[in-house]
Every structure is written in structure tokens, then in C-alpha cells.
């Protein structure tokens, strides 16, 4: 027997259903669409993909990407340690000493900082690096991608430690060991796995950053270059403008890009389910 | 509160480090708000109330942006609500074991990508689907109401933009919800199916309870997409229109930023003027993420376990 509430129970999950498949095909449609258009360009390209210049509009020889693949290597080579060590200290300090308003007030800002629009730290470190070091570079990108990817890993950091049982630091305390101590050495391999998880998450988050990079990097893809006070290219950037340009051979090398970095964060995700499930047994 | 030396000495220590990102954004407050005083000693009012880009003769107005900016935000958490919740909702309530997982990895997955891959997908695959079977249909149909009354011509405009935005902040939605969600405590369940509820009654119910949790979230949605660039520049049609339609190709403020920022240079003021711009869409999203955070403390703390 079918009462109307039973009747609204069935009809209530259809839609349900309906609206999270409509939600989820985008994004499988995505992936797919990336992987199909830009795989069989990377094949196109062959090795010359990770060691030759982007090709110009005119150009027959479908080229690389090596300098904006070097360029977010030294990006996220320079910023990734940085940004975790900072990360690491505020966390510690908030959760070591969380009633003091200085510990509230970097944990509010931090928080707030996460939705910071990307492109404004890009206005700001173009005036407080680039142009006091009169060129754009490396180092003013390293500097801004800190700066973007800070909040996040702060925030992953200080749950990671917050979620540390107080049992914890009571029996480190209970033998007489100082704060500093206990932190060094009972807090922080505890929460060693956790931290894995959190330096791949913010990796994940330098190496797919665009906005922040526009204005202080150079964009210099000509050819390649390892210094970090000269410019260099970025990949997220490399595709950003040779999407919107009309030529199909800047098109490709753009979807073949995109694959490419892609197929990173497979990996990088794949890591983290990796560690997550060490860390269950 | 810090009672030993040592305690002290390691707070003193720590600081500087921890402190970085108060120094930055009290620089990024200086440093913006310095350089657009400039333009608007010159302009004044005129920047937020006239629409006009014309570095050649000196004259700004940057209301088609900033009307841009918000209406694409809106229509950003609209899509990403309506696709959100019945995700979160299902994924809480109706999945188990391996699914669960398969089906949350997922989510997490389209998180972390960046938003340049959804930038690249939308203006190839997505705009045209919306210009064919959604903006054409709305305005063969609808065409009296003033926001589908013109034809959409490429399909790159607000409404392509705000849908955009919408789906790449999904995930970031369902995070939200379902960490909302799922930190009612589990008494309310059993409570609901111990009278005898249908699990639409009882997600009802919970729903109910996350309400102020679930706003939170759209609003920590608007402020993201508000600062959204890359989709944006590549979707919203970039061009200083100004007007009630939203399949018109328009302009946000951070597309506006992307595209001019490297010409600036040469004006006298293009520069300051689009540090005006930046500040404003970095005060409204500085000030809705702190009211979001705020809501979701308050409804913590007022869960009743």
C-alpha cells in the first residue's frame, strides 16, 4: 500500500539523483574532453614536448613546453618549502597558544585570505617586487605563489595538529618535557603522514595556479631559462594565452599542456588515497 | 596566559614567521589602496557611476565590471547551489562503502584542478552547449523579461561566465555542506526515524538544522567566484557593455584586471584605475568570507549535542 508520503520518499531521490549525475557529468565530460584532445598531441609531440620552445602562429613543428615546464618547477621548486615552513610555525603557534589575540587574529586572517582574489596578490607583488627589482622574475612568482598557497596549507596544517588527541601532549608533559620538546618530538611524528597529505594538497594548489602569476613572472617562453631572478613561464599560463589565441598549432600545444598537467594531479592525487590508506592500517 | 620563560621565548620566536600573512595583508591594503587613491582623487564619483574605457582621453568608468563582477557571482552560486546541495544529499544520505568513496574522491579530485583546465573546457564545449540549448530556447520564449531580452550572438557573456564559475565551485560547495551536514549530531536522525519519517522527512529535517551552516557556504561561494579570473577572461566575452540582458558579452572586474593590466602602463591612470577595481572586489570578498566564517563559529557553538 502507497501512501503519499511514500510516494514523495521515491519521487525525492529520483530528483536527487537526477541533479547529482547532471552535477558530476561536467566534470567527467571535462577530464575526458582534456585527456582526448590534448593526449594524442603530446604523442604528436613526442620528447620534443618536455624540451623544445612553444611553437610561434606560423610555426609547422608542433614544439614544447621546457621553458614553462622548467619555469613551475623553479616556481614551485622555491615556494613549496617556504610556504610550509610558514605554514608549519603559524600553525604551531596558534595551536600552542590559541587564547592569545595575536594567535586569533592570524588564524581569522589566514582564514580570509583563502578567498583572497588571486589576481589582486599579483597587482601587489607586481608593485612591491617587480618593479623595485626593475624586471619581472622567478622569485616575485615564488613570492606570490607563497602567498596564495599559504592560507591553504595553513589551514590543513593546523587541523592536522588540532586533531592530535591531548593524551598526547598530557603524557609528554607528565615526564617533565618542555613545550618545544613535545612538539619536536612527539606532536610532529604523530602527525607525519597527515603532513604528507598537506605538502602534496598545497603542491597541487602551485603548480595549477594562473592568476597570481600574470603580472609577475614575464611569461618568457622564447627559451629557457633557470635563474630565479630572471623571467620564466609558468604552464597554467602558457595554456591561458594560447587558448584564446585563434591559431590551432598554439591550440594544441595549449590542450596537450593541459593533459599534461592533468595527468599531475592524477598522480598527486593518487598519493595522497596512498597515504590516506597507510594511515588507516 | 604565557606563564614559564621558556613558553615566552618559544612564542617570541614563532611570531615572526607566523606572522607573514598579517604583514601581507596589511601591505596589500596599503599598497592598493594607496595606488587607486590616485585615480580617485581625480575621478571621484564618477569611477562607480559612469561606464566608460577610454585610456586614449584619460576617461574611466568601471560600473559595467563591477555590475559584471556581481551578477556573474550570482548566477555562480545559483548553479553551484542547485547542483550542490542534491550532491552533498545524496552523497550523505543515500551512498554507502565503495560508491561513497568512488563518488567523494571524485568531488575531491575536481577540487583541487585548476581552474584553467575548467577555463579551457567551458569556453570550447560549454558555452556553445549554453548558447544552443539554453540561452536560445530562454530567449525564443522569455524574451519580455529584461534579463533574456537579446539574442545571444556568440554565447560568451554573463550568464556563460556565471555558469562556468558555478560548476568549477561546486566541489568547493559540497565540501561545505556536507562537512555541515554531517556535523549534526546523529540524535536528530534517530530521532526523526524513531516517530516514523520517510528519509525525505528526515533530510528535511536535517537541512532545516544546517540552514545558517548551508548560507555560510554560499556566501564563502560568492566570494570566491567573485574573484574568479581565468574562467572568467575566458568566458564572459570581455567587452565594456553595459547592460540588463545577461547573454550579452560583459566584462567582471577581474577579466577586466587579466586583459588591461599589461597596457596600463602607458596611460596615466589606466594603472590606478584598475587598483580601484581590485580593491573593490578584494573588500567585498575580505568582508563576506569574514561574515561566512563568522556564521559557521555561531552555528557550531550553538549545535546542541
Redo the contacts between chains.
Keep these: 500500500m502507497y501512501s503519499w ?2 510516494v ?2 521515491r519521487m ?2 529520483v ?3 537526477t ?2 549525475i ?3 557529468t ?5 577530464m575526458v ?2 585527456l582526448a584532445n590534448g593526449f594524442p598531441m603530446i604523442l604528436k609531440a613526442g620528447w620534443g614536448f618536455f624540451v623544445k620552445t612553444p611553437p610561434t602562429p606560423l610555426s609547422q613543428d608542433i614544439g614544447g613546453i621546457a621553458p614553462s615546464l622548467i619555469g613551475t618547477a623553479i616556481l614551485t621548486l622555491v615556494s613549496l618549502p617556504i610556504t610550509i ?2 605554514a608549519l ?2 600553525a ?3 595551536n ?2 590559541p ?2 589575540p ?1 594567535s586569533i ?2 588564524d ?14 599579483s ?2 607583488i607586481y ?2 617586487v617587480v618593479v623595485p627589482m626593475g624586471r619581472f622574475s622567478a622569485l616575485a612568482g615564488a613570492i606570490a605563489l607563497t ?1 596564495v598557497a ?2 591553504y596549507a ?1 589551514t590543513y596544517i593546523s587541523t592536522v595538529l588540532g586533531s592530535i588527541p591531548l593524551t598526547y601532549r598530557e603524557a609528554a608533559y607528565s615526564i617533565a618535557m ?3 620538546k613535545t612538539i619536536v618530538k612527539v606532536l610532529l611524528p604523530i602527525a607525519k603522514r597527515g603532513f604528507a597529505i598537506g605538502i602534496l ?1 598545497t603542491m ?2 602551485i ?5 597570481a602569476l ?2 609577475v613572472v614575464g611569461r618568457y617562453r622564447t627559451a629557457t631559462s633557470i635563474s630565479i631572478i630572471e623571467p620564466v613561464d609558468a604552464i ?1 599560463l602558457l ?2 594565452d594560447y ?2 589565441t585563434p591559431y590551432p598549432i598554439m591550440q594544441q600545444i ?2 596537450a599542456s ?1 593533459a599534461f ?2 595527468l599531475i ?2 598522480t ?2 593518487i598519493a595522497i ?1 596512498i597515504i590516506v590508506k597507510e594511515v588507516r592500517l | 596566559m604565557l606563564i614559564s620563560k621558556r613558553d615566552k621565548i618559544l612564542f617570541y620566536l614563532l611570531l615572526p614567521p607566523a606572522t607573514t600573512l598579517l604583514c601581507f595583508l596589511v601591505l596589500t591594503i596599503l599598497v592598493i589602496s594607496s595606488i587607486s587613491l590616485d585615480s580617485i582623487q581625480i575621478f571621484g564619483i564618477k569611477l562607480f557611476i559612469s561606464n566608460i574605457w577610454n585610456p586614449e582621453h584619460e576617461e574611466y568608468g568601471l560600473i559595467a565590471p563591477i555590475i559584471g563582477s556581481i551578477s556573474t557571482s550570482i548566477i555562480a552560486i545559483l548553479t553551484a547551489f542547485s547542483l550542490a546541495m542534491p550532491l552533498s544529499i545524496f552523497i550523505a544520505e543515500y551512498l554507502y562503502g565503495f560508491t561513497k568513496k568512488v563518488f567523494s574522491s571524485i568531488i575531491e579530485v575536481m577540487g583541487g584542478l585548476p581552474t584553467i583546465l575548467y577555463a579551457m573546457w567551458a569556453s570550447t564545449y560549454l558555452v556553445p552547449v549554453l548558447k544552443n540549448y539554453v540561452m536560445e530556447i530562454l530567449y525564443s520564449q522569455f524574451s519580455f523579461i529584461p534579463l533574456f531580452s537579446c539574442k545571444p550572438i556568440t554565447g560568451f557573456s554573463v550568464f556563460a561566465a556565471g555558469v562556468s564559475i558555478g560548476i568549477s565551485i561546486v566541489p568547493y560547495v559540497v565540501a561545505m555542506i556536507s562537512e555541515a551536514y554531517q556535523s549534526i549530531p546523529f540524535a536528530y536522525k534517530e530521532a526523526c526515524y524513531g516517530i516514523g519519517a520517510t528519509r525525505y522527512e528526515t533530510i528535511k529535517m536535517l537541512v532545516s538544522i544546517a540552514k545558517p551552516a548551508i548560507l555560510a557556504s554560499l556566501i564563502l561561494g560568492f566570494a570566491r567566484s567573485l574573484g574568479e579570473t581565468t574562467i572568467a577572461v575566458a568566458t564572459v566575452g570581455n567587452s565594456m557593455y553595459l547592460s540588463s540582458c545577461i547573454f550579452a558579452p560583459s566584462y567582471t572586474v577581474s577579466a577586466l584586471i587579466a586583459s588591461q593590466f599589461a597596457n596600463a602602463y602607458l596611460y596615466r591612470y589606466a594603472g590606478s584605475v584598475l587598483y580601484v577595481g581590485a580593491l573593490v572586489i578584494l573588500a567585498i570578498s575580505i568582508l563576506l568570507s569574514f561574515l561566512g566564517l563568522t556564521i559557521i563559529i555561531k552555528w557550531r557553538t550553538r549545535l546542541v549535542v
Design positions: 508520503r511514500k514523495k520518499d525525492f531521490f530528483l536527487i539523483l541533479i547529482s547532471l552535477a558530476i561536467p566534470i567527467i565530460h571535462m574532453a582534456v615552513v610558514l610555525f603559524s604551531i603557534l596558534v600552542e597558544f587564547r592569545n595575536l587574529a592570524i581569522v586572517v589566514a582564514k580570509s585570505l583563502a578567498s583572497i582574489p588571486t589576481i589582486a596578490v597587482m601587489v608593485i612591491l602567498i599559504l592560507p595553513y618542555s613545550r618545544w594538497m597541487a594548489r603548480l595549477g595556479e594562473t592568476a600574470l603580472f597554467p595554456i591561458f587558448i584564446l595549449a590542450w593541459a598537467l592533468l594531479y592524477i598527486i592525487f588515497k
